[in-house]
């Protein structure tokens, strides 16, 4: 496969029908600026309409991190968003109204990663703070290495995070006390504790036994037939943001056109004949 080139992102296929998407900052510790976040959702919508790609493998490079969140050294550059003139703020509902449109905007780009009809599963190793959160709940399988750090770090800068961290992480782990203690403090937490709560799957010594997994996982999930493994990924995120009713109701409709598909007898050829079946394209 080939992909388009991009300034911050490494796009690259280690296996048929498997992309991995790699951050290409390492030398400031992956951490985002606006032209990577506004790169990132190109990354991803592209990918999400690749018709030869059914998994994606998303990691960070070098070896100290995933990502340490926002760049604050773009941040505090005198006339961006996050440190603006005075003359910005006099009048303070035009401030708002822009605050509240460069919001929008940020949570549109890392939401694209959950957005993706492909699933997504994050390598995280190293330094994994703050947006480094928010793009991992976008996710819909995470691993890591031992040496991880998380925090939800944002009160730590005088603010509360509103990229998706607070909206999501109750819904991915079992307690929203835990979610509140990490949220309200900005401590760290580790590997094990990320395990307990079920923020993570598994976790691994080395970032290669890490992406070893992911990589294994996204060639299962590959081999799988693109309209079941798209529909269940699609299903899972609405039934979650829904009641029972309406996320059955919504399946039902769904699957009304998707069991047309001729995936469906050729997975049970297959499974008759005890072979490996061929799916065609997306």
């Known amino acids: 496969m080939s992909f388009p080139q991009y300034q911050y992102f490494n796009v690259s296929s280690p296996e048929k029908w498997v992309a991995h998407v790699e951050i290409n900052r390492a030398e400031k510790l992956n951490a985002f600026s606006e032209p990577m976040w506004l790169e990132i959702r190109r990354v991803f919508e592209n990918l999400s309409d690749d018709a030869a790609v059914r998994s994606i493998v998303f990691s960070g490079s070098g070896d100290k991190a995933f990502c340490a969140g926002l760049d604050v050294d773009y941040a505090a ?3 961006s968003f996050f440190n603006p003139d005075s003359k910005d703020k006099a ?13 929008y905007e940020f949570q549109d780009c890392i939401s694209s990663i959950e957005r993706c009809e492909k699933p997504v599963i994050c390598v995280l190793h190293g330094v994994s703070i703050g947006l ?6 976008c996710a819909d399988l995470r691993v890591c290495t031992s ?11 005088g603010l509360a995070a509103d990229i998706g961290s607070l909206t999501r992480l109750p819904k991915i782990v079992g307690s929203y006390a835990w979610v509140k203690e990490v949220s309200l403090t900005a401590r760290n937490f580790g590997a094990q504790e990320a395990l307990r709560v079920g923020f993570v799957n598994s976790v691994f010594q080395t970032k290669a036994e890490a992406m070893s997994e992911a990589l294994r996982l996204a060639k299962i999930m590959a081999s799988k037939s693109p309209v079941a493994v798209q529909g269940t990924k699609n299903f899972l995120d609405w039934s979650r943001d829904h009641d029972i009713m309406t996320g059955l109701r919504y399946t039902a409709v769904w699957n009304g056109a998707a069991v047309n598909t001729t995936d469906i ?3 049970m050829a297959s499974m008759r004949q005890k072979k490996v079946p061929t799916f065609e394209k997306l």
């Open 77 to 79: 550059t005198p006339g």
């Open 91 to 103: 009048d303070a509902a035009r401030y708002a109204a822009r605050v509240r449109r460069f919001a």
């Open 132 to 137: 480094a959160v928010d793009i991992a709940c």
């Open 147 to 157: 040496n991880v750090t998380f925090a939800v770090k944002e009160v730590d800068i």
């Open 265 to 267: 007898p050729v997975a």
